[in-house]
């Protein structure tokens, strides 16, 4: 009776392991931007967004760039972009700074 227990966790540990590896794969290297034409701004208090890649599992999709609503108290925008670390790209969402 033990031998199949042990048996059953030595294949739950493998898959489990496999799987981990499996998902820990780099993402292929981020295909440079498109270019893109930025219509005039609806108003002073908006900002340019760029477009950008997105990783959807199998492989990156196009997002164009669109206008987001600048607030008062929010500084400079800084737009997402990707980042090679440790091997893997990350994507670093926009984000506004002081």
Do not use: D, I, K, S
């Not at 990707?82 to 926009?94: D, E, I, Q």
Request: hydrophobic letters at 45%.
């Amino acid at each position: 009776m033990r031998f199949p227990l042990r048996l059953g966790l030595l294949a739950l540990a493998l898959t489990t392991g496999l799987a981990g590896a499996a998902m820990a794969q780099p993402y292929p290297p981020v295909p440079p931007p498109r270019a893109e034409q930025m219509p005039p701004p609806p108003g002073a208090r908006y900002a340019w967004e760029p477009g950008h890649w997105h990783w959807n599992g199998a492989a990156y999709v196009w997002f164009g760039g669109h206008y987001v609503v600048r607030r008062a108290h929010w500084g400079v925008y800084e737009p997402g972009r990707w980042v090679l670390r440790g091997g893997a790209w990350v994507w670093v969402p926009a984000h506004w700074r002081p």
